[in-house]
C-alpha cells in the first residue's frame, strides 16, 4: 500500500524497502510539519519499508524557520515549536533506519532533523550552523542532541557562537558520516550496510543507545534485560538461531 496525497512542501516516494522524503521548500513551515506528520503515520503504521532517506535538493537541506508565518505585534506562542519537536521525536524514534541526505545549506531546523537520523551521508558543499541564539531563541532540542554527538565544548561552541562548518569540519566532529560527490552510490553502500534491517531490533538498539547517556548502569541494565527480551521473542532471532545450528 503506497501513501496517497498531494503534498505541496515535500516529496514522498517509496521502491521496495526504501521510502524518501524530498523537502521541497527551504525553510520549515507548519505545512511542511503538517506533511511530515502526516508522512510518519503511514510510515509507522502502514509501509513496509525498512530504509527512511531524508533528503532536500541539491542547494539546500533546510534553512530552519520561515519568520514569515510570525507575528511580531501579537504574543508569541510556543505552539509551533511543539509540533516540531514531536515531528523530530517521531522521525527520530522510528522503526526505519534513517539516512540524511545533505546538501548546500544544513541550518537551524535543518541540522535538528539530520541528528534524528542514524546516519548522514553529505555533498562537501555543505555548510552547517545554529544560528538561534544569536537571533534571540533557541535551536529546539539540538541543545540536547547535540553534545552527545560532538562533546560539550564543540557543542557551546556552535551554539553560542553560531559558527558556520563545512563538510569536512563537520565529519571531524562527528555530524557527518560520509563525505562524498558521488551520493547515490554511498547511500547504495550503505543500506547494504545495514542490512538485513530488522526493525523491532533497531528501535530497542537506537532507544538503549540514546538512553545511555543519562541512564545509570542499574537502570540500563534493566531496561537492556526487558528490550533483550522483546528482541529474542521475534522470529528473526529463532531463524538466527536455526541458521546457525544448521552451518
Partial sequence: MSLQTNFQTIDFSEKGEIAT??????????????????ACDYL????????????GTKTCFNQGLN???FQPDQP???HGFHKWEKLCVRLERLRKITIAILQGDVI???????????LRIADPSVKISLPEVKMG???????????????????????????TIRADKAQELGLIDIITEDISNALQASV???????????????????ESFHDSFEDA????????????SQDCFSETIKNKQDK
Avoid: W
Fill in 137 to 163: 531563541f533557541l535551536p529546539g532540542m539540538a541543545v540536547f542532541r547535540l553534545a552527545k554527538y560532538i562533546g560539550l565544548g564543540h557543542a557551546k561552541r556552535l551554539v553560542l557562537q553560531g559558527e
Fill in 108 to 118: 537551524g531546523g535543518g541540522l535538528q532533523l539530520a541528528l534524528c537520523t542514524d
Fill in 76 to 78: 508569541m506562542d510556543i
Fill in 21 to 38: 522524503i524530498t523537502l521541497l521548500q527551504n525553510t520549515s513551515t507548519m505545512k511542511m510539519i503538517k506533511e511530515l506528520t502526516k
Fill in 192 to 210: 547494504l550496510r545495514f542490512q538485513p534491517v530488522h526493525p523491532i531490533t533497531v528501535q530497542l538498539a537506537r532507544r538503549l543507545l540514546n
Fill in 44 to 55: 509507522e503504521d502502514e509501509s513496509s519499508c525498512s530504509i527512511l532517506v531524508l533528503q
Fill in 221 to 232: 541494565i534493566g531496561h537492556f534485560l526487558a528490550a533483550q527480551q522483546r528482541a529474542i
Fill in 67 to 69: 519568520f514569515s508565518e
